[in-house]
């Protein structure tokens, strides 16, 4: 079964330093997320993406962030100097494109990218 | 979107049916009710959705009663492995947003043997 695939897997970086989380998302998908979830917390929608630019962010998605699709199967997300309150598990999803079954809100996730800020 | 509230943890016997609340008693009409589950340190799994009817899918069920002012996610026969924290969400089927998924606290449901 296809599924949603994040590298790495732990990645550990100074304050201060740029980030850049891997997602290769399903391949026929067309939407794409990062969500975050701080230890112990609730998961926190960050940003969507589709047809090459974002649909939709929170307020946590502020000029730190950014998201990009590179070529045709990454998808990143780019965090441009790290804070300490960056520290969380960041989960990538995709979703299948409209008319081929299920629900806008039917949303696959990837297995996370843990960052850790010292 | 509508305000969900759901227990914070419960206890099941393995083999037995675990019965998971969720009340969204301000749910309006344009409105699914959604199901996700995340077992420790894993990323979220879609379980079910619903908008009126009840539903079965190969992982649950989900009762939604008649008023949709609350619903129940049914897992038949509960195993170790559905051990984890479970999520009601409700949101607008149709929207111009990025369809963003906005997880609560969910229930904690322990499985035990």
């Known amino acids: 079964e296809p599924e949603v695939t994040q590298t790495p897997s732990h990645q550990v970086t100074q304050m201060g330093q740029e980030v850049i989380l891997r997602c290769v998302p399903i391949?026929?998908?067309?939407?794409f997320y990062w969500y975050r979830q701080i230890l112990g917390q609730k998961v926190e929608f960050l940003v969507s993406f589709y047809n090459n630019e974002i649909s939709e962010k929170s307020e946590i998605f502020d000029d730190q962030f950014s998201v990009e699709r590179p070529d045709g199967s990454n998808f990143t997300l780019k965090i441009r100097s790290t804070k300490l309150e960056d520290s969380a598990m960041y989960f990538c999803?995709?979703?299948?494109?409209?008319?081929?079954?299920?629900?806008?809100?039917?949303?696959?996730f990837g297995p996370g990218t843990r960052l850790t800020v010292t | 979107d509508a305000k969900t509230t759901q227990p914070t943890s419960m206890d099941c016997a393995e083999g037995r049916a675990a019965n998971l609340p969720c009340n969204h008693s301000t749910i309006s009409g344009n409105e699914y009710v959604y199901w996700y589950r995340q077992i420790h340190s894993q990323g979220p799994q879609y379980i079910i959705h619903?908008?009126?009817n009840n539903e079965t899918n190969e992982m649950a069920s989900l009762i939604i009663t008649e008023d949709r002012k609350s619903s129940t996610l049914i897992l038949p026969h509960a195993t170790l492995r559905d051990t984890a924290v479970y999520y009601c969400i409700v949101r607008v089927a149709n929207s111009n947003s990025g369809y963003a998924l906005n997880f609560g606290k969910g229930t904690s449901l322990l499985v035990t043997p």
């Open positions: 999803a995709s979703r299948p494109p409209r008319g081929s079954g299920g629900t806008p809100y039917e949303q696959y």
């Open positions: 619903g908008l009126k």
């Open positions: 391949s026929n998908h067309l939407y």
